[in-house]
């Protein structure tokens, strides 16, 4: 695996969209895994920006959210539907129908994150898939114990998901339960990048790309992936090894 450290959060950020862009320069009809949430937030900034200003087109593209909390409706205010809409769809121009998500308000969230994977597989599976990393290691919402062959599926929060996520919810509103495309599914993918960035993250990232490879750290699954890359700021990065970065 990869690792890229840069000196700032900024830094790491522009590095990933460098590669989503030219994921989709080369291959204009990529398909793209994309996660919502803050670490993100300015690497689809810097995609707007090359979309405005460089030409940069997403016109034959096509963008699978990575998960979405069960019980929500897209245009939901904390739905990651709606979040990537609003930072990276509608921005860069994506049409409509090629911007793609789990259905979190369908009768049978189990038939959904079953039908959302044959979309997936349909689409030729994934070009790239863009990942952020939580304070539990968990990469999308596949939480700790998740298997490496797991497919996209519906999961039960941990408890340390839903308090870092309860800032966009209600008091008592946090959902319980997501669906979430699987680790298997991101194994899949012909490139995978995983973005940390920030002290907080510190403690995960060491776990994920210095300790033991095993279930429990699932985002330690991307180390036996061929072309992943860890692109890290320094503060995310102190606690690896010396010379990992």
């Given at each position: ?57 997403f ?18 205010p ?40 044959a ?44 308090a ?22 991101i ?36 180390r ?22």
């Open positions: 695996m990869e690792i890229v450290v840069l000196p700032s959060p900024e830094e790491a950020c522009v590095h990933a969209a460098r590669i989503v862009a030219e994921t989709v320069t080369a291959r204009p009809a990529a398909v793209l895994g994309l996660p919502a949430g803050r670490t993100p937030g300015p690497v689809y900034g810097e995609l707007a920006r090359l979309h405005r200003e460089a030409g940069l087109s016109a034959r593209a096509r963008a699978f959210n990575l998960d979405e909390y069960v019980g929500l409706a897209p245009d939901h904390a739905s990651f539907r709606r979040a990537l809409d609003e930072a990276l769809y509608r921005p860069v121009g994506l049409p409509a129908e090629s911007a793609r998500s789990p259905d979190g308000r369908a009768p049978d969230p189990a038939a959904a994150a079953r039908a959302y994977e979309e997936i597989a349909a689409a030729g599976g994934f070009d790239l898939v863009l990942l952020g990393l939580g304070g539990n290691a968990h990469v999308a919402f596949n939480e700790p114990g998740s298997a490496f062959d797991s497919p996209t599926r519906v999961v039960t929060l941990d408890a340390a998901t839903r870092a996520n309860r800032a966009t919810f209600a008091p008592d509103e946090v959902p319980r339960q997501a669906i979430t495309i699987g680790i298997g599914t194994l899949a993918a012909r490139r995978v990048v995983l973005l940390a960035t920030g002290a907080a993250k510190a403690a995960a990232v060491a776990r994920a790309l210095d300790g033991p490879i095993g279930v429990e750290v699932p985002a330690s699954a991307l036996q992936h061929a072309d992943a890359t860890a692109i890290l700021d320094g503060a995310a990065a102190s606690r690896l090894t010396p010379g990992r970065g």
